[in-house]
């Protein structure tokens, strides 16, 4: 089940901060945050293995509702390297398998 | 330099004829798989292996085979290409489960058929 990121989209002004969510109808095992910038692979951002999980490095954090099959990923006094599109990947408990599904993205512009 | 390379990074075809994208990984890494990522859609992914020899669908495999030989290598072949398969494709590894690990990304292959 892909998993629903919001906003699809979002622009903001350096030092600015975003939310950006991704949420699943399944019970998650675990959720992992990318970015993304244009033409170029996606780069790791963080995992989250555990409900109630927060992660962070910088001004870029994460939290992982387990109960609710959601995941958050903050970015906090946004720089202009923010810029680009954020993937979640889920994988579910239910599957048995080792699939990550990834959302559609979330383009995240960040003016100057 | 720990990498992953994909090969080639640009290809136009034509329907029909067969074709295979290289993967390469030199971090000694487990889990290997291939994505496509088309505008709207996100990453999708087509094949995954989590050790030599073993290997498993993951969304959207029609179309596509992978084998895995060797730990180091995971090629994408399409036997018979058709134009809804024009798509950027990545390559990734981790060290593990790819559920509980970070994966690494190749740079991508542009494929366009004709």
């Known amino acids: 089940q892909q998993p629903v990121q919001s906003p699809q989209a979002v622009i903001l002004r350096e030092g600015e901060d975003a939310v950006i969510n991704c949420s699943s109808s399944?019970?998650?095992?675990?959720v992992h945050w990318y970015r993304q910038k244009h033409g170029e692979a996606p780069v790791f951002l963080m995992i989250?293995?555990?409900?109630?999980e927060q992660k962070g490095h910088e001004k870029i954090s994460a939290s992982f509702n387990e109960k609710k099959q959601q995941s958050s990923l903050y970015l906090t006094a946004s720089q202009l390297s923010y810029s680009g599109t954020y993937f979640c990947?889920?994988?579910?408990?239910?599957?048995?398998?080792?699939?990550?599904?990834f959302g559609k993205g979330t383009r995240l512009h960040i003016l100057p | 330099e720990a990498q992953v390379t994909q090969n080639p990074r640009y290809l136009i075809t034509v329907t029909g004829k067969k074709l295979t994208v290289t993967c390469s990984q030199n971090?000694?890494?487990?889990?290997m798989s291939w994505y496509r990522q088309d505008p709207g859609l996100g990453l999708r992914q087509i094949y995954y292996?989590?050790?030599?020899?073993?290997?498993d669908k993951g969304d959207v495999p029609e179309g596509y085979k992978v084998s895995r030989k060797e730990k180091r290598n995971f090629p994408l072949i399409l036997e018979s290409p058709s134009p809804n398969q024009t798509s950027l494709y990545f390559c990734?590894?981790?060290?593990?489960?790819?559920?509980?690990?970070?994966?690494?990304f190749g740079p991508g292959t542009r494929l366009t058929v004709l």
């Open positions: 292996s989590m050790n030599v020899e073993v290997t």
């Open positions: 990947g889920t994988a579910e408990w239910d599957r048995g398998d080792d699939k990550i599904i």
């Open positions: 971090m000694n890494h487990e889990y």
């Open positions: 399944k019970a998650l095992y675990s």
């Open positions: 989250l293995l555990k409900g109630g």
């Open positions: 990734a590894s981790s060290l593990s489960a790819g559920i509980t690990d970070t994966q690494y």
